[in-house]
Structure formats: structure tokens, C-alpha cells
């Protein structure tokens, strides 16, 4: 497989990466594309339309492209991110190539922070890990009552973002339109901005529960 004359190969290691795992079956495609057609570092710029008729070649897949990105970001394959008011796009796995041709004009996606580690060696740890397992004994029991009622909690289905995103066309073509339509161009812009935003939001709401969880505040036996 190539792309602009640079010889790129998908290995098995590359399939066992946990975040092409963890995507649905039908954005895995996209997946496959999104390494082939990305830079020497798995960057590029977020615009679908220009994804598509690469990934997708003579289909009107914009849509399509848009949802699968949306899913790959879940499952952890790749990330968005933003410099100076444009949106780009990194995968968490790039491929790897010939370092000469491991190079990016993307700028640097933000520098993720580092889960905390337990660092304490010697009596220190032996003393931390013993008062560790005696909490979890103790709270066993509690985390078996919690855990089996979060597992029995009914949850009403979430509102797909896309139904309620603004119309990929303009007013004249509502549904998109095949030939060069500019009115349609920046309705679809319009789309596209609205599920980033809404997107970004979901997952603000998402940290800040976490946080809240975490100090004790989300309903946890603790």
C-alpha cells in the first residue's frame, strides 16, 4: 500500500493496537485509511470532505468519514486537537516509516499529562501497600453492593449528536449537493464546527464528572 510514492505498511502489531481493536467493525476502514493518509508523524488537518474522496474515492462519503472520526476518537485511535484556530486531527498509533520521511508540517498536538504513579520504594511502599489491601478488604463488600446496583441501572439511549446538528447543505440542497455549490460548502463547515463543539463539550462533561467521582461527590459507596 502507498500513498504519494512513500511506501507504507500496516503490520500485525499495528492491527493489535488496542485503539483499532476497540473501534466498531464499520469505522475500521476508515481506520486503515486514516494511517495511509496521514503524514510521516499520523497527522493531517480535519476536513472531511478532503478525507473522504481519499479514503472513499468517487463516493459521498463525507458524512460517513465524519461519524467514523467521531468513533475513532472514542475507542482511542486517534485524537483532535487545535492551533491556532484550526482543527487537526493525530493518531495515537502512526505508522512507522524511514525517519527521514518521519516528518510533520501539522504543529504538535498538546503534550498529554502522565497518569500519577505510586513512586515510594523501600519501607515505604511495603507499609502503603499493606494499608492499601486492608482498605480494600474492608470496603469489598461495599464495592460489591455498589457495583452490582451500577450494573442493574437502567439508562435511557443518548441523542446522536448528528440529529440535532445543523444541515450538511444550504437551503437549496438541505441534503448536500454534488456539483460545486458554495452556500453548501459553508453550511457543511457550519456542520462540521457544530458536532466538533458538541463534541468537545460531551467530553468536558465527561472529565468534570470524573473529578467530581473521584473526590467522592458522584455517588460512589465512598
Partial sequence: MSTKNVQRKISAEDLQFAGYLRAPMAAKPTAIGLWLYTDGLGRREVVPE???AAIYPGEAATDLVLEHLLMLDES???EFYKADGVE???LRRPLKLDARLAWSNCPDPPVRESSRTFAAVGGARERAGARVRAEQSERA???ATWADEQEHRTR???RPLLLDAPPIGCPDHPHGAFRDCGPCGTARRRHDRWVREARYGEQLTDYE???ETEAGWGGDPF
Avoid: H, I, N, T
Fill in 76 to 78: 482511542g485511535f486517534l
Fill in 50 to 52: 478532503l478525507l473522504a
Fill in 88 to 90: 487537526y486531527l493525530a
Fill in 141 to 143: 463488600g461495599q464495592w
Fill in 209 to 211: 464528572q470524573s473529578q
Fill in 156 to 158: 435511557p439511549p443518548e
